[in-house]
């Protein structure tokens, strides 16, 4: 069984904004993948669909508490961390760029954070999301990773997001 998880805030308001990078990806996934289907599931605090042994989550937790919800998910699913892959945003990575790891620290990411801290932790797979732009020097951290994408970064988004649904489907198999 494996649990793949996308970060983001729930709620009308955080749609198409940076911070909900890993939503985004997890709707376009589905998309690609018509069998996949969310359904709020309250007991996992997530939209959750589950396709064979493979779990998609969308905690809807705010971002900066989702180490519970995914270690509830993987508890009732006796998932072992090996099998797990968080995808976020990284303002610390420059637009459009995709980094792959199995382990490593937040990097003063929020949500990983949780993750890390509630898990005891590092040891599981992530794909951030790169959203650094000059607009974060403009606006500071808080407001840019809650504001939308600018319409320079829309026309890349499918091709970022059809690269991650590529190491997605690595991952997975």
Known sequence: MKL????????AEYLWTRHNFGF??????????PEISFKKHSKFDADFA????????KPTS????????????????????????????????PFGT???????????NNGLSSIIETLKTKDFSRLRLGTDSPLRQKSGDTAFVLGRFSETE????????????????????
């Open 4 to 11: 793949i998880v996308g970060l983001g805030n729930p709620g």
């Open 24 to 33: 985004l990806a997890l709707d376009f996934y589905a998309k690609l993948h």
């Open 50 to 57: 589950k396709v064979d042994d493979i779990i998609f989550i």
């Open 62 to 93: 705010f971002y900066n508490l989702v180490g519970p919800v995914v270690a509830n998910v993987m508890s009732f699913y006796k998932i072992p961390v090996k099998d797990i892959l968080v995808i976020s945003d990284d303002f610390n990575i």
């Open 98 to 108: 995709i980094r792959s790891r199995d382990k490593g620290s937040s990097g003063g």
């Open 154 to 173: 829309k026309p890349e988004l499918p091709k970022i997001l059809i690269d991650t649904a590529h190491k997605i489907d690595e991952f997975i198999h």
